[in-house]
């Protein structure tokens, strides 16, 4: 069972900063598409950032300019550091990983973690 961790989620003041964290196993990793979506309380999942192997990345119009996704091999681990939230960025922030690379929120992705919770209170 391929496991991704998640990690760095908490409670912040709206304008604060967190830094989320993914491990994920080497031989995923190294070969797979990164990214990761969010569930807010009642509405549906939304994608928020996904990066290639390659380096490219993709943002959600609503986070772009405010979060930045990364990926550091050494490491097999995928960041999200998100600046300037808000408390609309609240919810379950979840890593995934997947063969294709999609600019929209899928029902299903090759791995995904159990996910970490983000709420900024106003």
């Known amino acids: 069972q391929v496991q991704l961790v998640e990690s760095g989620g908490g409670l912040v003041q709206a304008g604060g900063s967190l830094r989320l964290s993914c491990a994920a196993p080497?031989?995923?990793?190294?070969?797979?598409?990164m990214g990761w979506y969010r569930q807010p309380p009642g509405k549906q999942r939304e994608l928020v950032a996904t990066?290639?192997?390659?380096?490219?990345?993709n943002y959600d119009y609503s986070v772009k300019g405010r979060f930045t996704i990364s990926r550091e091999y050494a490491k097999n681990t995928v960041y999200l550091q998100m600046n300037s939230l808000k408390p609309e960025d609240t919810a379950v922030y979840h890593c995934?990983?997947?063969?294709?690379?999609?600019?929209?929120?899928?029902?299903?992705?090759?791995?995904w973690g159990q996910g970490t919770q983000v709420t900024v209170s106003s």
């Open positions: 080497g031989s995923i990793f190294s070969t797979y598409v």
């Open positions: 995934y990983a997947d063969r294709m690379y999609s600019s929209y929120v899928r029902g299903n992705y090759d791995y």
């Open positions: 990066i290639t192997t390659g380096g490219y990345t």
